[in-house]
């Protein structure tokens, strides 16, 4: 991607005064509205005002209505026709990575960033966000409000669930940059133009995505320390979108896990060698208490499904049988998660992987059977829940045991620390 043509202005000098000859502009600020008429025009002309001041490149901002009832797609046709650089893109449905990808997608700009319409991001950090992607030393680049030199005035509840949220996508994806969901990214044309078509999200997960794609594609991610008041009027839906999130999570971690994303083919066609295996342990982090926090994440998910279809099994084909089904199927779901997720493996699990997890499996089959038989031998006829205590003692010793068989004898030389 080559950003010569486009021209670079004197803070202070608009547009229409600025060098020619004009190319594609510089940067495309896209900001996704659903019924925002009363913040729309005020922000706006607010964002375009520091941009022609204090911007010294050649800018757009693109507003992306998404299905408003209101007089928010009026208020930007009349922003449009007033600034020579506000566009206006609509949709006929509602969804902010819908809004993005389209906004995204028909953009002629060499960066293309977004915010969101109450401009709670100190808007100096602009710059700063888009001179690394314009240099061309990262892919992407984002907002975090959870760096110390950041200031952020936000209320408890949504300070306590953006910190959880980050935390779970650091030890289930191994994800390592800072802050997933602040509203202020930017990114690369030519990088969008390879990470969009692979993305499934159409809503507030869509950032999620973007982010663990291109961290798993080997992408270089600048993160910018911002100043963050939160919008006291927002009127997201924090439990909904907190839920709509962690299926996301899950089904992304599927794709990774059975290796259906061509992420090596997008290091390739950016200029960089695909990952080694060792390399790969690396990105997700090879120390062993990082590995343990993911494998026992996974843990707790395979432990609850084990337990689940124990208890769906357990009358038709009694508890021996019913144990020996659940404890097989998450065992193998367990391996492949644990090998893409925990020890950061690319491509499929290998027949080989799958003997040798088989053989943990055993391990694990002997401690929850006998802790079965141990509990049956006091008690012929127990209660459900002491069965199912019983076998959550011996599934979490057979868990531990699995782990370190994963460390040292399934995968040993590649999760190594270089």
């Known amino acids: 991607m080559t950003l010569t043509t486009a021209p670079v202005r004197t803070p202070g000098t608009s547009p229409a005064t600025a060098p020619t000859p004009y190319g594609p502009p510089v940067l495309d600020v896209v900001i996704p509205v659903y019924n925002e008429q009363a913040a729309l025009e005020r922000s706006v002309r607010r964002l ?34 007033a600034l020579e650089d506000v566009r206006v893109v609509h949709l006929d449905q509602k969804g902010r990575g819908r809004a993005l990808q389209a906004a995204w997608s028909s953009s002629d700009a060499a960066v293309l960033a977004y915010m969101d319409v ?13 001179a690394p992607l314009v ?44 802050d997933a969901q602040c509203g202020f990214k930017a990114i690369r044309s030519d990088v969008a133009e390879l990470l969009l078509p692979m993305i499934e999200d ?25 100043d963050w008041v939160d919008d006291p009027d ?16 899950a089904r992304l971690g599927r794709a990774l896990t059975t290796g259906a994303l061509p992420l090596e083919e997008i290091r390739t066609r950016i200029g960089r060698q695909p990952l080694t295996d060792g390399e790969h342990a690396r990105a997700g982090g090879s120390s062993t208490m990082g590995q343990a926090m993911r494998f026992a994440g996974i843990g707790v998910v395979s432990t609850i499904a084990y337990l689940l279809l124990f208890t ?47 053989v943990v499996f055993g391990i694990g089959l002997v401690l929850t059977s006998g802790s079965l038989s141990l509990l049956h031998s006091f008690d012929p006829d127990p209660g459900r829940w002491l069965e ?12 531990l045991v699995r782990f370190f068989a994963f460390r040292l004898w399934i995968f040993p030389s590649r999760t190594a620390p270089a």
């Open 202 to 226: 159409t809503g507030w997960f869509f950032d999620t995505e973007l982010l663990v794609l291109a961290e798993r594609a080997g992408l270089r991610i600048a993160e910018v320390p911002v």
């Open 48 to 81: 375009h005002d520091h941009l022609t001041e204090h911007f010294p490149y050649s800018f757009r901002i693109t507003v992306a209505d998404n299905a408003s009832t209101d007089a928010t797609l009026a208020i930007a046709d009349t922003l449009q026709a």
């Open 118 to 130: 109450d401009l709670s991001t100190d808007l100096n950090a602009v710059l700063p966000l888009v």
């Open 135 to 178: 240099s061309g030393h990262s892919d992407l680049a984002i907002g975090t409000r959870l760096a110390r030199s950041s200031r952020v005035v936000r209320g408890p509840k949504r300070e306590f669930i953006s910190r959880n949220y980050n935390f779970i996508l650091r030890r289930t994806l191994a994800a390592r940059f800072s």
């Open 312 to 358: 769906l099994l357990r009358s038709a084909l009694g508890a021996q049988s019913a144990n020996l089904v659940a404890l097989l199927l998450t065992a193998l779901a367990n391996t492949a998660a644990n090998r893409r997720l925990t020890f950061g493996l690319a491509g499929r699990t290998s027949a080989e992987d799958h003997l040798r997890g088989l």
């Open 234 to 249: 927002s009127r997201v839906d924090i439990i909904a979108t907190a839920v709509a999130d962690l299926k996301g999570v």
């Open 388 to 399: 199912l205590g019983a076998l959550f003692i011996g599934s979490a010793t057979a868990t």
